[in-house]
């Protein structure tokens, strides 16, 4: 199975259709849809800090075509919450980045693709899990 994680910049893309990087986004979704119909298990998800840092509120009017796609938030529960701490104590990241790295070290995924603006940032909170950090 692979996994598409959003980042802040990636999500912030992704609701506003000005965005420089909106289309960038938008191509990976068109790539997630392909893949999907060709039957290989493909999610995509958003840790809840993050959407939270990108201001997408999914109830929101303005969100609906966002909040339409299939993209699943995945929650902080008190294994990942204290996970995220020590990343983001070791690290010195900001939450959503920490909350980020939880994520995608608990993940049962065998592939995780992050779209972000910040590659580095994301191989160092997934670390010693080994992800695909592609900049948008």
Do not use: C, Y
């Not at 191509?27 to 997408?56: D, Y």
């Not at 339409?68 to 294994?79: S, W």
């Not at 959503?96 to 994301?122: C, E, K, N, Q, Y």
Request: aromatic share 2%; proline share 4%.
């Amino acid at each position: 199975m692979r996994t598409v994680l959003l980042d802040n910049e990636a999500v912030q893309a992704l609701l506003d259709a000005g965005h420089p990087k909106h289309r960038a986004v938008i191509a990976h979704f068109a790539g997630v849809v392909t893949r999907r119909r060709r039957g290989p298990t493909v999610e995509v998800v958003v840790p809840t800090a993050v959407r939270v840092e990108a201001g997408w509120d999914r109830s929101d009017p303005s969100a609906a075509t966002a909040s339409r796609l299939r993209v699943r938030d995945e929650g902080l529960d008190t294994a990942s919450a204290n996970l995220a701490a020590r990343i983001r104590t070791d690290g010195d990241v900001s939450v959503a980045d920490a909350h980020a790295g939880a994520v995608m070290r608990t993940l049962t995924s065998d592939d995780i693709v992050v779209l972000t603006s910040d590659p580095g940032d994301m191989e160092r909170v997934a670390s010693p899990r080994r992800i695909t950090a592609i900049r948008i």
